[in-house]
């Protein structure tokens, strides 16, 4: 227990796992975070359980890409964006005018009549759009609408972005109580980044009349790589909510193997 | 044109044009009766608005003060300038009447003016008199009423009816008459009324009070262009200019900064703000990245900063425990309920001063089934709250082209369900097709083309929202769920 005496800040080694963990959050502050907001639950089954905070952090960003498994029809790949309206509605209950949900560039902006019925607390209201003229104005935006303590979601299209601006945003996020959700185009799934979690968004054929995607945790920081079962997760969209339900498993499952797998290359 | 009213049941004519006058409509005739006397489409109606036609006279006469800074109001249609010691200052009594009157007319209206040693005769010049411009000095005030009728007097109309029992109808007639006969067979206040008018008897107005504008300003020594002084300048221009607003309880919508340079035109920079505010910070942190760009030229002499559009705001209670700014992680208005519409706001100042106003926008839902206009967005500085229409139950996709892109189609009915799609270069095989949804076009607008709305999923699992048109038979790509 020597290498305990040297790690736990008071001098007390640590008896349990416990202790061990406590300590070790101290020192990468995760449990600041945690305390400070409570998380936003998908509401998808195992992927809530297995996050460390019990669902995507708020005060924090995370990052989406999403893949069709076709070329993207012009210029750029999608952005996940029923994925994203329905992640913004939980962060953002209540009908009150704020907290606000920003959009930001014009890729991320949602169908706006889809917005007027969802649930209870109508998005519409409190959502805000923003087009910026260029990178480095879009940036500018996602940082300061992540710093805003009158905002609840901040969904961002962050194409091109470098590791220290990732930085920057994490601590922008860190700054506010905003769930940061950027969305990156599929070629730079291999980039590092300092976002909170990664996310990976595929569309997939369905039986029913609803649209159908599997969505894929990718990397989630301080947890270790998950199994295959826990991390991956088929959801559809429902039409008259705008609800994104995990389907049970014993339904439609398209066959894996007739689809090319993703390669992640990471930048050295 | 004529101004209608509705007085009971029926609607009447409340004012008239004179080219109606003079084709005979009155006021209080009834609506129909007066639209008869002219061919149909040859009358104008408008409702008549006496609230509103109050509140423009009083921005009229606000208008008027660069004649005079004494103006009275006269409901319900005159004004009533006092303009002594001011006919120097435009050369002469003729020239600030022909001044006046340019005025009135360049902004669109018809002016009658009249210049008196009194209200009361000037009152009754303007209205009566036979030409158009009269200028009456002291002495000739008696032989310029004199031809004018006993209704330019203002009285009331018991004592015209009794005037004219006894056939006096013009002023000179009165006059010739001794005052003691006068008051005891009409009373006191005609002979008040002729005493006003002759000037023996003073009038007295209430002229027109006017807020003072926000403003503060500043004069430097001499022409500077040491960024510190001005950026200092502005900073405790902006600290006096949240004061004079909280004295009055009002929050600023628009700063502007008006930076008067030497051997050049002033520079002006403006903000906007969407919610009324007046603090300094928050005014400070939008005027600065402006003021950085400003051409300083060869030196500023003054720095004024106005708020030409306030709006009111309550005090409120702040907290206990003031905020730190060294603080970073603190929430300024913690425990206040309109905080958090406070921070937002001021969040979408900045964003759309620097982006520009019509880059941060709100959506609303707006009355119409085509899907490209089923919403309108709107700049966030320009809230106006419009009546929400309900949204439709149909599936929508989650995000819509902006332009529908053509699509090749191969189908099995030339209206039916889709086989294979090609666009913007793919092919797709159609595994699910859903519809169709018929959306017609807004007939009343007088435009055509019906659409039928598919929704299609392709082998990838991805849904696409098409669309036929029916009069040409041509295939489009409207909208995808992502």
Known sequence: MRHGAQIHPTGNPPRTLQDLRAAIDAITDNTAQALAAPPVLTGWGLLDAAMPTGGLARGAVHEWFAETGERPSSGGSPTPLAVLIHLARLAAPGADLSPAVVWIGRRCWPYPPLLARLGAGSLLHRSVFIDARDHAERIWAIDIALRCPG?????????????????????????????????????????????????????EPSQTGEPGWIVELLRCKGVRPMSEGVRRITVRWRHETGDVRLVPDTLDRPAEAARPPIRIRHAV | MLLAATKGQRRVVARCCRRAREAGVRRGMPLSVARALFRPGAVRIEPYDPRGDALALRRLAAWAQRYSPTIAIDDPDSLLIDISGCERFFQGEDRLLALVEEGFRAIGLTARAAVAPTFAAAWSLARYAPTRRIIVPQSAQREALSPLPVRALRLSPEILQSLAEVGIERVEDLLALSRRSLASRFGEELLLRLDLALGQAIETIHPLRLPEPFRAERLFDGPTTQWEAIELTVRELARLLCHQLAARERGARRVEALFLRIDATPITIAARLSRPSRDERHLWSLLRPMLERVNLGFGIESVALMAPHTARLCHEQRDICMRDPGVQNETPHAGNPHAGDHVLGELLDTLANRLGPDRVSAAQLAESHIPERAFRLRTVLDPSPEPASPPTDAPRPTTLLVNPTPAEVMALTPDGPVMRLRWAGQDCDVLACIGPERIASEWWRG????????????QAGRWLWIYLERETGRWFVHGLWV
């Open chain 1, 151 to 203: 905002v609840a979601a901040v969904v961002g299209d962050a194409a091109g972005l470098s590791m220290a601006e990732s930085r920057k945003l994490q601590l922008a996020a860190a700054g506010g109580r905003a769930l940061g959700l950027i969305v990156k185009p599929v070629r730079e799934i291999g980039e590092i980044s300092a976002a909170n979690t990664r996310w990976l968004v595929r569309s």
């Open chain 2, 447 to 458: 435009e055509r083309g019906t659409r039928d709305y598919f929704r299609i999923q392709d």
